[in-house]
């Protein structure tokens, strides 16, 4: 298990594990919470990692129900103790987007992250600077306090340790508007440019890019990532999907991920190779 994994994303695999065992049990949700003494909506929430029981006992006699033995109780407990602590973002949660919360439970827990990004730079490869023109760029428009820039700027930099300490694997696509769209101004563009072609030499990121003059295919709905994850923890990816509301939508259905995983590929067949993205910095940088 990760270091980094949050508690929201032990919630969801102790309820993927949950179903399992109930399935594996061969008993319904209505059995399930009368074992545990609860009513058949907690069994339905906890198995969708959205919320706990009120007693740890409950717990016990559900894992009771479903004939887990010592070993594994003691492991689904540790579990189920570590999933009721707060995320390192809790305390921030109020100048996160809606569905935002969310994510970042995914986030915590994902393997690979492969995001899409037409206008802006991916929030993972921004400078503290860039962010923090970005978010002031809004300040007035979105009635704004400093202290909403200021908590924003810091789970920016935070998430930013997914790819810098935790190795998480990250293969960014960005549009050149994402690049040449100016944030604060020159200055910060050509250090945000730097850091961008610094961080692309970690073995674990890739970023690629979509020139203006490619005949590539190109998404004009918005922003989206794809997030993949160990199979010993979830099943399949998961799409976080950008609204035009600035709210985040998770998703999970086969279709509709195997719908985005597509339009990922088709995107990335029109970006330069990675081996170029420095040099085409190095050639924005003189530009702006």
Not at 145 to 166: M, P
Not at 243 to 254: A, D, E, L
Request: hydrophobic letters at 40%; glycine letters at 8%; charged letters at 20%.
């Amino acid at each position: 298990m990760a270091a980094n994994t949050g508690s929201t994303f032990l919630r969801i695999m102790l309820g993927v594990e949950l179903t399992q065992l109930r399935d594996k049990a061969e008993l319904s949700g209505e059995q399930a919470a009368k074992a545990a003494g609860c009513a058949p909506s907690t069994i339905t929430n906890i198995e969708k990692g959205t919320t706990g029981f009120r007693r740890i006992g409950q717990f016990t006699e559900l894992l009771a129900a479903y004939n887990v033995g010592f070993e594994g109780q003691d492991l689904l407990l540790d579990w189920y103790k570590s999933a009721k602590g707060d995320d390192w973002w809790t305390p921030n949660t109020s100048v996160l987007p809606s569905g935002m919360p969310t994510y970042l439970g995914f986030e915590s827990g994902a393997r690979i992250v492969s995001p899409w990004c037409p206008n802006v730079v991916y929030g993972l490869l921004q400078t503290e600077e860039y962010a923090r023109a970005l978010f002031e760029s809004a300040k007035a428009a979105d009635e704004r306090t400093t202290d909403f820039v200021d908590s924003s700027v810091e789970v920016r930099a935070n998430r930013k340790r997914l790819i810098t300490e935790q190795g998480v694997e990250l293969v960014c696509l960005m549009d050149e508007s994402a690049l040449r769209n100016v944030v604060g101004d020159g200055a910060v563009m050509r250090r945000q440019y730097a850091e961008i072609a610094g961080l692309s030499k970690l073995p674990n990121v890739t970023v690629r890019i979509i020139p203006f003059a490619a005949p590539a295919y190109r998404v004009t709905s918005g922003g989206f990532t794809v997030l993949d994850f160990d199979r010993t923890a979830l099943q399949g990816p998961v799409v976080a999907v950008s609204t035009v509301s600035h709210t985040v939508q998770v998703v999970s259905k086969p279709k509709v991920v195997r719908q985005f995983t597509r339009r990922f590929d088709f995107l990335a067949r029109g970006a330069l190779p990675d081996h170029e993205t420095a040099a085409y910095l190095e050639q924005l940088a003189r530009k702006v």
